[in-house]
Each structure stands twice: as structure tokens, then as C-alpha cells.
């Protein structure tokens, strides 16, 4: 049974830097695709962020230069540091896996982040 798990997430000031995490688990991870999508109230889930297998990425153009990907394949964990953090950027972030490098069937259950003075 495929598994995400999203500890983190929270509160930050405008500006400022937040990491989330994502723990896999029941997938041979080194071989998914591995994402980032938020959802804002009123607003449909897009996606932030994904890394292939090879370590490929892809980013939403409204987080280009300011988030980073990156995945550790002996731990099954795909983390997303997220820089320069404004207030548009408050949503629900999950995690999500498939085997190919677009959104997958699996999903963790979503992290709330909060970017607000």
C-alpha cells in the first residue's frame, strides 16, 4: 500500500524560507515520478513542482527561482525548500507519485502553509 507522508507546513512571514517533506513509503521510489501541487481556497489543485526518476525537474512559472526540488532516494523522501515565500503562496500542499513524469495516482494527505505577517 502506497503511502505519503507531509509533516511541516506552518506559518511564515512574507519573504521568508519554508522546507517541506515528503516520506514515501510501499513504492520503489527511486523509480517514481515524485511532485509538489497546492490548492488555494476557491481554486483548483496545480501543480508547484516535479521530479522524474533521473532527476529531471519542472516547475509552475510562479515559483520558478524562488522553490527547489529534490529528492533522496536512499531515504524515499522528496523535499521542497521553498524561498522568498509571498502570500499568493498560501495553500494546501501534497505530495503526489507515479511512475511517469506528470501528476500520478498517489497522494499524501496535504499540508496547510501560511504565508501572511
Known amino acids: 500500500q502506497v503511502q505519503l507522508v507531509e509533516p511541516g507546513g506552518g506559518l511564515v512571514q512574507p519573504g521568508g524560507p519554508l522546507r517541506l517533506s515528503c516520506a514515501a513509503s510501499?513504492?520503489?521510489?527511486?523509480?517514481?515520478?515524485m511532485g509538489w501541487y497546492r490548492q488555494a481556497p476557491g481554486k483548483q489543485r496545480e501543480l508547484v513542482a516535479i521530479?522524474?526518476?533521473?532527476?529531471?525537474?519542472n516547475y509552475a512559472d510562479s515559483v520558478k527561482g524562488r522553490f527547489i526540488i529534490s529528492r533522496d532516494n536512499a531515504k524515499n523522501t522528496v523535499s521542497l525548500q521553498m524561498n522568498s515565500l509571498k502570500p499568493e503562496d498560501t495553500a494546501v500542499y501534497y505530495c503526489?507519485?507515479?511512475?511517469?513524469?506528470?501528476?500520478?495516482?498517489?497522494w499524501g494527505q496535504g499540508t496547510q502553509v501560511t504565508v501572511s505577517s
Open positions: 503526489n507519485a507515479g511512475r511517469v513524469f506528470t501528476t500520478g495516482p498517489y
Open positions: 510501499g513504492v520503489i521510489f527511486s523509480i517514481f515520478a
Open positions: 521530479i522524474s526518476s533521473d532527476g529531471t525537474t
